[in-house]
């Protein structure tokens, strides 16, 4: 199927951030989890219809319009999954979402011009699962980028299924099923620790019966999903903010407690200490509306290296100097 996607449009920076961490200052290289980059084409298993099927995604060329072209490479067909796939990959891709005003308040800010005009076209990717990523969140809390791998290697290889296709193997987040009978003692033994694998089985359940409708939160506004997923132990702001930028497409998702926003924000902003979460508010007061893009493309800035980082930073310096009376 042929899905068109409004333009501007990057697939290759949208699936940065998903196809693996960035690369560490020892130049380690992180493994593939759920997201794959196999010859041009995006691959990625999900529960449709109740039964995973892993589905691939490549951008092309039709008409002179870019488009998305998906195709099912394992699992069952049919009308229903097919047309469930159509609305996952739009959603995921935000294809219909129009960037023309975040382009234009970006202009009239010198660190946001620039990482536009670079990132040109990318969009915050969107999971296939509210579940997998309010889970991934939690693990990742307080946590390295190399631990929070290793341990969502970990559970993902323990808990979750998965698909062979052409000799290889793409495994499938836990359903929510699998984590509900786990039990602490389980998880402990995946470097999950004591309070994480408590929230992390308590959420698991509370789906599973219902009292926790993680798609419904979709039919409620921001500040409603919000308070929300934050009645569950273990769900803070950060943590909440974190679910509806890369979830529930909320454009205006702030987690100003992040601390690679904060380094990101004082190294591009030039101030002289790392900023506080109610600095960082105060700050995106000027991106209101779309301060989850905003947020996102100064994330993206720690997938390119050190140098470009540097050279960047210096240049919107440059900039402030000479815009100085």
């Not at 290697?153 to 984590?179: D, N, Q, T, V, W």
Request: overall charge positive; hydrophobic content about 40%; glycine content about 6%.
């Amino acid at each position: 199927m042929l899905i068109p996607v409004r333009e501007p449009f990057s697939f290759r920076h949208t699936l940065r951030f998903v196809l693996s961490p960035p690369l560490l200052l020892n130049g380690r290289q992180f493994d593939p989890l759920l997201d794959h980059l196999v010859e041009h084409e995006y691959r990625r298993v999900a529960d449709l219809a109740g039964q995973p099927i892993l589905y691939g995604v490549k951008e092309e060329r039709v008409k002179g319009r870019t488009t998305l072209r998906v195709r099912i490479l394992a699992g069952p067909e049919g009308p229903e999954v097919r047309e469930k796939l159509r609305s996952l990959v739009e959603q995921q891709f935000s294809a219909a979402l129009d960037l023309a005003p975040f382009h234009a308040l970006a202009r009239h800010d010198g660190v946001l011009s620039r990482l536009t005009a670079h990132f040109s076209g990318m969009r915050v990717p969107q999971s296939p699962s509210i579940f997998e990523t309010l889970v991934c969140a939690i693990l990742e809390q307080q946590i390295n980028l190399s631990f929070a791998h290793q341990v969502k290697k970990a559970l993902i290889e323990a808990c979750g299924s998965h698909l062979e296709f052409e000799g290889r193997r793409y495994h499938a987040f836990p359903e929510p099923a699998a984590l509900a009978i786990a039990t602490p003692a389980q998880l402990r033994r995946l470097q999950i620790s004591g309070p994480k694998a408590r929230y992390i089985i308590g959420i698991s359940r509370a789906v599973l019966d219902g009292s926790l409708d993680l798609e419904g939160l979709r039919r409620l506004d921001a500040a409603a999903a919000d308070a929300r997923l934050r009645t569950y132990p273990g769900v803070g702001p950060w943590t909440a903010q974190y679910v509806g930028l890369r979830a529930l497409g909320h454009l205006d998702s702030l987690p100003a407690a992040d601390v690679g926003l904060q380094k990101a924000v004082q190294r591009f902003y030039g101030l002289r200490k790392l900023p506080a979460p109610r600095r960082i508010e105060q700050i995106a007061r000027a991106w209101a509306g779309w301060r989850s893009y905003a947020t996102f493309y100064l994330w993206l800035t720690y997938w390119e290296d050190r140098e470009w980082n540097q050279r960047l930073a210096e240049e919107i310096r440059n900039s402030r100097r000479k815009a100085k009376p």
